[in-house]
């Protein structure tokens, strides 16, 4: 069965990085998607961007595009979201998602509906 597990979190001042990481399992070798979301205190779920397996293709919302860079090694089931300059907007518990049908980043790739598994969540906090 899929599952996936989001680590990396923590607190880092404005202007600085994290590392986030999704370890992915149960896919095979299919042209699978895995994608981030994250969701602030008294926000709905907010897609951040997607990375297809096979193809490596990207998207990004352009809130986080050209800030943050989502990476994979699929041979360690690993995909990655490297978050730089971030801002106290960017405070947020951030999900690993992946949807049930192979394909890739869905069109809707920032839609929740699109997915069917998640991760547990890992926190981000962006301090002044």
């Known amino acids: 069965d899929v599952q996936l597990q989001a680590s990396g979190g923590g607190l880092v001042q404005a202007g600085g990085s994290l590392r986030l990481s999704c370890l992915a399992s149960g896919f095979g070798d299919d042209d699978y998607a895995i994608a981030w979301f994250r969701q602030a205190p008294g926000k709905e779920r907010e897609g951040v961007s997607c990375?297809?397996?096979?193809?490596?293709?990207?998207d990004y919302v352009d809130s986080v595009r050209g800030r943050f860079t989502i990476s994979s090694d699929n041979a360690k089931n690993l995909v990655y979201l490297q978050l730089n300059s971030l801002k106290r907007e960017d405070t947020a518990v951030y999900y690993c998602a992946a949807p049930k049908v192979a394909g890739g980043c869905p069109g809707r790739f920032d839609d929740p509906y699109e997915y069917d598994y998640w991760g547990q969540g890992t926190q981000v906090t962006v301090s002044s």
């Open positions: 990375i297809s397996s096979r193809t490596r293709s990207t």
